[in-house]
């Protein structure tokens, strides 16, 4: 019981003071001022022609129409009877 709870209350607590430790040393840190961009002057590049394109072929491979939905049908909802009592 006793290293049980010495493993709890001090070994497992190690990662967590690692974790802070982390933190506390990324926001103190001061980022190094950036170095201002070199003037790369690139020259664009020209579109390519473009080409007249050619009509798609119809995805299905035998290009038969869609099969018609079934007809509707209607619910016929049923009225129930009253009871003699009332």
Do not use: N
């Not at 010495?6 to 070994?11: A, C, G």
């Not at 497992?12 to 201002?36: Q, S």
């Not at 050619?54 to 619910?75: E, K, N, Q, T």
């Amino acid at each position: 019981m006793t290293w049980g709870f010495i493993w709890l209350m001090l070994i497992l607590k190690i990662p967590i003071f690692m974790l802070f430790g982390i933190v506390w040393w990324a926001v103190r840190k001061t980022g190094d001022e950036p170095a201002p961009p070199e003037e790369v002057k690139v020259r664009p590049q020209p579109h390519p022609p473009s080409r007249a394109r050619r009509p798609r072929r119809p995805r299905s491979p035998h290009g038969d129409p869609m099969p018609l939905p079934p007809p509707r049908v209607r619910r016929v909802t049923a009225i129930s009877r009253r009871h003699a009592d009332r």
